[in-house]
């Protein structure tokens, strides 16, 4: 059992593959879009008996709690006192590191989408530029070429803050030889790209050239090596490592990569150093790593990479070299 992407659902899904999903009224024309089972509840009486219909038999219920409310677990527990209840979340999480055809076609249409937004970025950024700006901007251009969202919040930084990973954007003004990290996704029917680029807005200085180098090739050294059959914490060790023995050690701060699909961290696997996991084919990962100097900048390069059975696909497409602008 798990919470569903309509506001009020539940899905519940069968050892056969069939699922229910029970939704009320208020999404049930979107619901009915889904090729599954449909159960539409006017109140929460309607909801119990909806529930107790389909459940009612099971002894054991296995609920996805990474996505389930404690209040809403309560409401089920009461509703089913004889049953024995267990956490099936890292199932379902494996489940979806998995990518069929079809989830493989939208998240390339979504890669598209940031690449086209990202050929942009050179042509907008002008001096005095407030962050804020130029996010409203990116996203104007990925919901202009397809996007049905932004995929997160859209992180826009200049200057001092590209040191910080997850600062997103303020009413910094763009100024001559800044660096710009623009960290943006595409959500299209559901699922979603992921990528970054640094560019400088004038010339490189040689502490900001060096930084750039590292990265690029410590980038490089992630996407030559991900392949099905790898465990993913060697693709981390082998990029720190890298990135350890420049100028610039310590200075690594994440991880390597993530998992990509429905969610921007899709079956909440990293490529990280504690990764045990055996990556296979058809999972789709970033491969991001980043050098960060407090009160100075950062730099990071990002892309999204579907693994083969021989190696892997680069999705994303967008110019790796430093861009002087």
Do not use: W
Not at 8 to 32: C, F, H, Q, R
Not at 81 to 99: H, N
Not at 290 to 300: M, T
Request: with cysteine; charged share 30%.
């Amino acid at each position: 059992m798990e919470k569903g992407l309509f506001e009020g659902a539940i899905a519940v899904l069968y050892p056969d593959g069939n699922i229910d999903l029970i939704t009320s009224e208020l999404e049930s024309e979107s619901a009915k879009k889904a090729a599954v089972n449909i159960k539409i509840y006017k109140n929460n009486d309607d909801l119990k008996i909806i529930l107790k219909n389909i459940i009612s038999s099971n002894k054991s219920i296995g609920i996805n709690f990474k996505k389930f409310l404690y209040k809403d677990f309560l409401q089920i527990k009461k509703q089913f006192i004889s049953s024995k209840f267990f956490d099936i979340s890292e199932s379902i999480d494996m489940i979806r590191l998995i990518k069929d055809e079809i989830e493989i076609k939208l998240i390339k249409k979504a890669c598209r989408i940031s690449d086209k937004a990202m050929e942009k970025i050179p042509q907008i950024l002008h001096e005095n530029m407030y962050e804020y700006e130029l996010a409203a901007e990116i996203n104007y251009l990925m919901q202009k070429n397809g996007a049905d969202k932004p995929a997160f919040d859209t992180i826009s930084s200049f200057g001092k803050n590209t040191a910080e990973p997850h600062y997103t954007h303020g009413d910094t003004k763009l100024k001559r030889n800044d660096l710009v990290l623009c960290d943006f996704g595409a959500c299209f029917k559901k699922y979603n790209s992921d990528i970054t680029r640094t560019f400088i807005f004038g010339k490189a200085n040689e502490n900001q050239k060096n930084m750039y180098k590292i990265v690029l090739e410590a980038n490089t050294i992630g996407r030559n090596m991900i392949k099905s059959g790898l465990k993913a914490g060697e693709i981390h060790k082998a990029v720190n490592s890298f990135i350890n023995k420049s100028e610039f050690k310590g200075r690594f701060i994440h991880s390597t990569g993530h998992s990509l699909g429905l969610s921007v961290h899709d079956g909440s696997e990293r490529i990280g150093f504690n990764s045990e996991l055996i990556l296979k084919k058809n999972m789709i990962f970033t491969i991001e790593p980043g050098v960060y100097i407090p009160g100075l900048g950062g730099v990071r390069i990002e892309d999204d990479v579907l693994i083969k059975s021989n190696g892997a696909e680069i999705l994303t497409k967008s110019n790796r070299n430093l861009i002087e602008i």
